[in-house]
């Protein structure tokens, strides 16, 4: 009789470890710790400002326009470690090239994400000098991809984008 017990008591045990670490099935961005996932909230932009065009206006278009998406608050409320691992759980295919982890610039009350620069001459550069390397993989036969980033991060503020037709909203968290 005490044997039975403890074999079901093992038995639930092992099933509830392996629950925790089975991929997530349900649409979401995910937040994965050693045992289990924590589905992330989506962070929306505040806004957009542009600076620099007084600038570039008076340079002949020498210098470049900048675009900032904001984010209200100064901090995430996600608190993850220094190298987190995610995982996105789409209903559409995302392509793995639109996938992006960007350092926000602080500001006293809000946070600031740089989205682009433009000029007359060069055109509209969509690139970020916050971007971080990212390792993006898909999980075979599904519209699941596991996220890490390519080192680790060091503390501070964080954007990881999915372009899922949202536009520039994405997933924040704080490494500290």
């Known amino acids: 009789m005490k ?4 074999a079901i008591v093992l038995a639930l045990v092992s099933m509830t470890v392996l629950a925790q670490t089975e991929t997530p099935t349900l649409a979401g961005m995910y937040s994965q710790a050693a045992s289990s996932y924590t ?9 957009f400002k542009t600076h620099g065009a007084l600038k570039a206006g008076f340079s002949y278009g020498i210098a470049k326009v900048k675009g900032d998406w904001l984010y209200h608050g100064n901090s995430a409320a996600a608190q993850l470690t220094v190298r987190p691992a ?6 559409i295919d995302v392509s793995t090239q639109s ?3 960007v350092r926000f610039d602080m500001k006293k009350d809000h946070r600031e994400a740089q989205y682009c620069e433009a000029g007359a001459w060069s055109g509209v550069k969509e690139e970020n000098k916050n971007t971080i390397p990212l390792t993006v993989t898909r999980i075979p036969n599904t519209n699941t991809l596991t996220i890490t980033p390519a080192a680790d991060l060091p503390a ?3 954007l990881l984008i999915a372009d899922q037709a949202k536009g520039y909203d994405g997933y924040d968290f704080s490494v500290k």
């Open 156 to 158: 501070g503020e964080y």
């Open 99 to 101: 996938i992006a982890l």
């Open 3 to 6: 044997n039975t017990i403890i």
């Open 39 to 47: 589905k992330m909230e989506l962070a929306t932009s505040s806004g």
């Open 86 to 91: 995610f995982v996105l759980v789409s209903l």
